[in-house]
């Protein structure tokens, strides 16, 4: 069993950077492969992220690719999504998640935190 608690969303401008962290429960976070989803008003939740293991691979959608890295410290139970040159359109409820193997699909990973909002104003 994995508990995941996501922390640092809030309202920036356009541009600007946040960083996302998600805490994890659990003698095992070091096992699961971890992933950032995404989801706005209307829309379905969205790939955005994830990293293996070990950290060694790292796999993001092309709409976030050369703007968002993803990163873990398994001593400290937590993934981080650090986002620069945020635009409006990445506005939304960021969730991170927990799975045994990399998979762009949501049913993929086993467990969720209860999500954080991200607000980019233009």
């Known amino acids: 069993q994995v508990q995941l608690v996501e922390s640092g969303g809030g309202l920036v401008q356009a541009g600007g950077s946040l960083r996302l962290s998600c805490a994890a429960s659990?003698?095992?976070?070091?096992?699961?492969?971890m992933g950032w989803f995404r989801q706005a008003p209307g829309k379905e939740r969205e790939f955005v992220a994830a990293?293996?293991?070990?950290?060694?691979?790292?796999y993001y959608a092309d709409s976030v690719k050369g703007r968002f890295t993803i990163s873990r410290d398994n001593a400290k139970n937590t993934v981080y999504l650090q986002m620069n040159s945020l635009k409006p359109e990445d506005t939304a409820v960021y969730y991170c998640?927990?799975?045994?193997?990399?998979?762009?699909?949501?049913?993929?990973?086993?467990?969720w935190g209860q999500g954080t909002q991200v607000t980019v104003s233009s």
């Open positions: 998640a927990a799975g045994r193997y990399f998979s762009r699909s949501s049913v993929g990973y086993d467990y």
């Open positions: 659990g003698r095992t976070f070091s096992t699961y492969t």
């Open positions: 990293v293996s293991w070990s950290g060694g691979s790292k």
